[in-house]
């Protein structure tokens, strides 16, 4: 499997109608926002699912990225669906 910033990355893009690498780079920084000085792969599933519900959503509000709440848990949800891919990494 591709790193975490690439899998939900692109899976981001695709609920935000944003560029890839942007959306990337907003999962970065929405980690580091909550866990200064960690990367995406050096959290666990319950912190990763805690910034999605968290700073990424702020992050998005703050770009006015429209409905915000629903990306936040639809990305969520893949996380959870994906959990087992991401432990097999």
């Known amino acids: 499997m591709n790193n975490v910033t690439?899998?939900?990355?692109?899976?981001?893009?695709?609920?935000?109608?944003?560029?890839?690498?942007?959306?990337?780079?907003?999962?970065?920084?929405a980690v580091?926002?909550?866990?200064?000085?960690?990367?995406?792969?050096?959290?666990?599933?319950?912190?990763?699912?805690d910034?999605?519900?968290?700073?990424?959503?702020e992050r998005l509000g703050n770009v006015s990225t429209p409905n915000t709440e629903q990306i936040s848990h639809d990305i969520a949800f893949f996380l959870v669906k994906n959990q087992s891919l991401l432990t097999m990494a």
Do not use: H, W
Not at 11 to 26: F, N, S, W
């Open 6 to 29: 690439n899998f939900f990355g692109e899976y981001l893009a695709k609920l935000t109608e944003k560029r890839p690498m942007a959306c990337k780079g907003m999962i970065r920084l």
């Open 32 to 49: 580091l926002d909550k866990f200064p000085g960690k990367t995406p792969e050096q959290i666990n599933f319950n912190e990763l699912k």
């Open 51 to 57: 910034v999605f519900n968290t700073s990424l959503k």
